[in-house]
């Protein structure tokens, strides 16, 4: 063992659950030692389930199962006062809860054809100027946006007709720096990531990574955008600088090869944009920083701005499971609590020491 | 050597790590009380403050979009003209009808949005009947019932409406519309009865409170319901088992005591053969016991399982009055001769020790008290010299009593006064008609109306201004429940009004329209 190593942050599994279900995702319910974990039963039905932080323990405090399996959940859009979550599931169907009365949702629209896979928001939580609003992507190949105070979506992403409809797998909202600016970054099967402008209501920016895109995930929703990582399919990841936009190169971006197997996640520490983390398909856990460059962005030779991008360096890395872990979260209130859902049927709390010091 | 400091430079890392660990696991715990509280206090709705929210996007562009479709929709219908429907095709002309007839529908309902008025249909919500709903894991099939239900309140509550206006047969329909929606309702079937009993469809609305006894089997208004139409189609005894039924759950229901008695009475007279004695008469019991009790005293009226279970016992009350004849055998406790009677003290002569005494039919039969108070007034049968006697000087000696604070008062006094109507004519004289409201609150019963009528139609026409008959009467239309009150209006009853509102209609301030709203209200 190297002394370099021992002066890396640790990351420590806390406590380790084991479900009976198979799980997709994993929220923090913010400003509580609350944590949602969302799934699907083997009888085919869909399941939510409540655990709390109680002296080393994580206890179930509430089990509500639903007709259709969940895939995908965030508190993005909810209010502090509420606090209700918004799930995507299996059938299509957006959904939001409230978790005190899940009986019925508080607001539910059917109006992707097929599964939707990823699912954010902003606006609420006090993260993000503007209308709440919630971002939902689906196989059917649409990205809708919803505010929800109406029932039909406020904004609609689909492929032009004759065009083959892509899954898109990941989606998520950024730029909502003031009550007019925001933007939806979507990354699709096939490698495309697309850039939406809502205000303009256009599509700002598209490129393709060759390989399929399964996170994307800028480190604040709620400033002029800055940086964007994307993941993919055979185990790279890319890091946007989004401050400067070329015309024709685009952003400039950094690629690193981690995991040595699809990379299924990236998450940004909520109390450090620069810390973030990725997680594996082997079950792998890794925790990188980005670092700027001296100079930001440099002029071209025709005097048009174009990005610089940064270098990536790992913190530390570690597995904890035998297999791809399909939720991550950092808990919003406390800097280096952190939880994982994982294929293997079980929920992890990791602790991740020394994250103020790097 | 220096393989030896890089070892313990290891362990001082790896025991400097340890340590970290274990500082962030007592952080976690005092971060988990103070978590908890926070959270406890979110859940609670403490310490979150309302933020006003942008509107939502593109709201704008979609409704100029929905502009410009219709625009483009226009033109094109300008082009063409609208497509004709071909006189063969029946299913688009039934299309058609509908949606002309759900138009007018809305258009009428936006239009005619009548203020509160109360009626006898229910408007109490369905809101205990969700309770028994059983979970359901099928979350799809559980929603679509809540909106069911939903449907059929919204269909209630339109019926409702119809009915207010006296549009039965409509009201009828989406009284229908709402059983489909949602069965179980037993508010539905009940309501639907009330409309065909107005539409004198006895059979059909027999049926339907059947079927809302079915389904809440303690739900009074439906056996009233059942009762009425039994009765209309002469079907007695049925009738006075429904009503008997409305008055085991709903004690001291006026309607049903009189439908009951009208029932008993022709019931008397097809079984000529039947001692009198043997039909129980419970409206006279029930007018008796209010008689008894005393002017301060308001009527309780509780369902037995409200009813204290202590063992009765017998009270030492004075007794003031009554014939010693009469007292001396029933009573408990001194009573006062009758010489000590002074006429201030009438109000107090009712005050029987039979308080304390549950109002069985059996006790007060015996009791004979009763048949002093109450069925002699009426000129009854089987009332001893002696009472004949007393019940004249007390009249000779009746006082007008004061201006009735509510409705109970008026409603003993006027009893009281039944035989003179001259001092009758100077009670109500008395009220203030802007009072009247005030007087009866919620709890204008029909009988007392027809009285009240009764006694203006005797006296003030003759008597009276036509202002002052026209202030009573329209101060009356506006006591709630007067909707209920006239809906039980028969040709008697309709024939005093009339006639109280031709002498109304003499007096020449009075408003045209008005008196015409007025005429509508007593459905004259």
New interface residues.
């Given amino acids: 063992m190297n002394m370099a190593a021992l002066d890396k942050p640790q990351v420590v599994v806390h406590l380790h659950r084991s479900l009976d279900y198979t799980v997709f995702d994993c929220r923090w319910i913010p400003r509580s030692a609350r944590l949602v974990c969302l799934g699907n039963r083997a009888r085919g039905s869909g399941l939510l389930q409540l655990f709390e932080l109680t002296r080393g323990e994580l206890k179930l405090v509430k089990e509500v199962e639903k007709a259709t399996p969940f895939k995908c959940g965030t508190f993005g859009a909810a209010n502090l006062a509420d606090r209700h979550l918004a799930t995507g599931d299996f059938s299509g169907t957006l959904s939001v809860w409230n978790l005190e009365a899940p009986e019925v949702p508080v607001f539910s629209a059917k109006k992707h054809n097929e599964i939707i896979n990823c699912i954010d928001g902003v606006g609420g939580l006090g993260i993000g100027e503007g209308a709440p609003e919630l971002v939902t992507g689906s196989r059917d190949g649409t990205v809708k946006v919803w505010d929800p105070r109406q029932k039909n979506p406020v904004a609609n992403m689909e492929p032009m007709e004759g065009e083959t409809k892509r899954d898109c797998w990941t989606v998520a909202f950024g730029n909502a720096y003031n009550q007019q600016e925001r933007c939806v970054c979507a990354g699709y099967d096939n490698g495309d990531i697309k850039l939406f402008d809502l205000r303009t209501m256009s599509l700002r920016w598209e490129t393709n990574l060759k390989n399929g895109i399964c996170s994307v995930e800028f480190d604040r929703k709620d400033i002029n955008m800055n940086k964007l990582v994307a993941t993919s399919l055979e185990g790279k990841f890319h890091v946007f600088d989004m401050r400067t936009q070329h015309p024709k190169k685009g952003f400039a971006s950094v690629t690193e090869k981690a995991h040595k197997s699809t990379v299924w996640l990236t998450r940004h520490l909520p109390q450090n944009r620069e810390i973030f983390a990725t997680t594996g398909g082997a079950g792998t856990i890794h925790i990188w920083k980005y670092g700027y460059p001296p100079q930001r962005s440099r002029k071209d030779s025709n005097g048009d701005r174009m990005g610089v991008a940064g270098c990536v360096t790992l913190l530390q890395n570690v597995g904890v499971a035998t297999q791809p872990i399909s939720g991550f979260d950092w808990s919003p209130d406390k800097q280096g609590l952190c939880a994982c859902t994982s294929f293997d049927q079980s929920v992890r709390v990791l602790i991740v020491t020394r994250l103020n010091t790097v | 050597m220096s393989a030896e400091i890089?070892a313990l430079?290891?362990q001082a890392?790896?025991r400097?790590?340890a340590e970290?660990?274990q500082d962030?696991?007592w952080d976690?715990?005092t971060?988990?009380d103070d978590?908890?509280r926070?959270?406890v206090e979110?859940?609670r709705?403490n310490?979150?403050e309302?933020?006003k929210?942008?509107?939502?996007?593109?709201?704008d562009?979609q409704q100029k979009r929905r502009k410009k479709q219709e625009c483009t929709k226009d033109r094109k219908d300008g082009q063409k003209g609208k497509p004709r429907i071909k006189a063969y095709d029946y299913e688009a002309w039934d299309k058609f009808v509908d949606k002309a007839l759900v138009e007018l529908e809305e258009e009428e309902m936006s239009d005619s949005m009548s203020p509160e008025a109360n009626t006898d249909v229910d408007e109490e919500d369905a809101a205990e009947h969700d309770g028994e709903e059983v979970q359901d894991?099928?979350?799809?099939s559980?929603?679509e019932h809540?909106r069911n239900k939903q449907q059929a309140l919204l269909e209630k509550d339109k019926g409702n409406d119809y009915f207010k206006r006296c549009q039965y047969q409509a009201a009828i329909e989406c009284y229908s519309r709402g059983m489909q929606a949602d069965p179980e309702n037993p508010l539905l079937p009940a309501n639907r009865a009330m409309a065909l009993l107005k539409l004198q469809r006895y059979v059909e609305a027999e049926v339907d409170c059947s079927t809302a006894i079915l389904l809440d089997p303690l739900y009074p208004k439906a056996f009233a319901r059942r009762g009425m139409a039994y009765s209309a189609q002469g079907r007695l005894q049925e009738a006075c088992k429904d009503f008997e039924m409305v008055l085991k759950l709903e004690p001291g229901n006026k309607q049903a005591l009189a439908e009951l008695d009208k029932i008993l009475k022709e019931l008397g007279t097809r079984e000529r053969g039947l001692s009198e004695t043997d039909v129980m008469h419970p409206k006279t019991q029930a007018k008796d016991l209010s008689t008894l009790t005393g002017r301060a005293i308001r009527p309780i009226s509780k369902p037995v399982h409200l009813r204290s279970q202590k063992p009765l016992r017998i009270i030492d009350v004075q007794e003031v009055e009554e014939d010693p004849q009469f007292s001396g055998k029933k009573f408990v406790g001194k009573y006062v001769s009758e010489n000590e009677l002074k006429p201030s003290e009438e109000y107090v002569h009712d005050t029987h020790k039979d308080f304390a005494i549950k109002p069985s039919v059996g006790a007060l039969h015996q009791s004979g008290v009763v048949k002093n108070t109450g069925t002699q007034q009426r000129g009854g049968i089987g009332v001893g010299e002696a009472a004949m006697v007393k019940e004249a000087t007390r009249l000779l000696n009746l006082t007008l009593p004061p201006t009735p604070l509510n409705a109970f008062q008026l409603e003993t006094d006027l009893r009281k006064l039944r035989s003179r109507p001259d001092m009758s004519h100077r009670y109500l004289k008395q009220i203030e008609p802007t009072t009247l409201t005030k007087i009866f609150q919620n709890s204008l019963e029909p009988d007392v109306l027809y009285q009240i009528l009764h006694i203006m139609e005797q006296s003030f026409i003759v008597h009276e201004e036509p202002a002052l008959t026209f202030a009573f009467m329209q101060n009356l239309s506006e006591v709630s429940r007067f909707d209920m009150a006239t809906m039980f209006m028969e040709t008697k009853e309709t024939c005093v009004a009339n006639a109280l509102l031709d002498h109304a209609a003499s007096c020449p301030t009075v408003n045209t329209t008005k008196l015409m709203e007025l005429r509508k209200k007593y459905r004259v």
């Fill in positions: 890089q430079e290891t890392a790896i400097r790590n970290e660990v962030f696991l976690l715990q971060w988990e978590m908890k926070k959270d979110l859940l709705g310490g979150v309302a933020t929210l942008p509107p939502v996007r593109n709201k562009f894991g099928d979350e799809e559980r929603i809540e």
